[in-house]
């Protein structure tokens, strides 16, 4: 049964700071199906209000604890996210399993390590965590300010090699698989018996995709097309609400599509970048999308570079 809001508040205050209380975004969970629940974050840019988890995170209880999948950005961050998951169960966090190397997918890892849980990543994905490390926690402080004081590093201590791992914990299965897209190290949580996936940030919804200047769009359409061939029926996107494959296919995959197929094509013919983009600056079947306007043509610019690099 899920405890009332005042339970969260009060769970809260018990593992955070005086300054976690100041914060306005408490984070709720919501049931996907049986025993897998979400955590959906907001839209927007990370803040002091948010702690930075402006992304998607969520949970499996199993008959052994929970399963966590992504720690927050920062030490409170990962404060709010135990709230939530105690407002549904009383078991323990066992696991937390990091979907990606990018702040807010693994930066609270040390909060839930003071607990006892395990933190689990592929290694490729550990490995990036320790690579931009102090360059996240240096970016962080321009957004959070004094609410990342207590945020430790702790790059995933149990690593798993390969790039497609299946682990099981209290009857339950999940398959960790890399897809290297949005952000290096980026992966994602296949749940078999529920058909759930845990996208990580391979998938957006309800706002555009993000290509940064190390996101692969190359990769994006490959891996959208992997996760497609496992038909699942609920997904759990890195951003926006929890959706079905329709709706990731119309807002993530499509425009993977159109980056490669219409952008990344121009650029293998060598036409002037400036034309390219100009010519495909409006695009109807994404408009409606939260940041359309601010990240589209720096998305067509990076997808371009990808290409032409080749």
Not at 89 to 105: E, K
Not at 252 to 271: C, H, N, P, Q, T
Not at 286 to 301: G, I, Q
């Amino acid at each position: 049964m899920v405890r009332s809001l005042p339970f969260v508040l009060l769970a809260l205050l018990t593992w955070a700071s005086p300054l976690a209380a100041a914060a306005e975004y408490i984070p709720k969970a919501e049931r996907v199906v049986d025993n897998v629940w979400a955590i959906v974050g907001p839209l927007g840019q990370r803040s002091p209000d948010n702690d930075g988890l402006n992304a998607n995170y969520g949970f499996v209880v199993t008959r052994q604890g929970v399963i966590l999948i992504d720690s927050g950005a920062s030490q409170l961050g990962a404060q709010k996210l135990a709230a939530a998951v105690r407002a549904v169960t009383p078991q323990p966090i066992r696991w937390v399993i990091n979907t990606g190397s990018q702040d807010h997918r693994w930066l609270g890892n040390a909060g839930f390590a003071e607990q006892g849980a395990q933190i689990i990543a592929l290694a490729r994905t550990a490995e990036t965590q320790a690579q931009y490390a102090e360059q996240q926690m240096n970016s962080l402080k321009g957004f959070l300010g004094e609410r990342l004081a207590g945020t430790q590093p702790l790059p995933a201590p149990q690593r798993l090699n390969g790039d497609d791992v299946q682990l099981r914990l209290g009857g339950e299965t999940l398959v960790l698989r890399y897809t290297d897209t949005h952000y290096p190290g980026d992966a994602w949580v296949w749940l078999p018996r529920q058909r759930v996936v845990f996208s990580g940030d391979l998938i957006y919804v309800d706002r555009l995709l993000g290509v940064l200047p190390w996101s692969s769009v190359k990769n994006g359409q490959r891996a959208f097309a992997a996760l497609k061939a496992l038909k699942p029926k609920h997904i759990v996107p890195g951003h926006g609400r929890v959706c079905d494959l329709d709706k990731a296919q119309r807002e993530s995959g499509d425009y993977y599509d159109f980056l490669v197929s219409k952008v990344g094509a121009a650029a293998r013919e060598m036409e002037p970048m400036s034309e390219v983009l100009d010519r495909y600056a409006d695009l109807p079947a994404f408009r409606h999308l939260e940041n359309y306007r601010d990240l589209h043509r720096a998305n067509m610019n990076r997808a371009f570079t990808e290409f032409e690099a080749q």
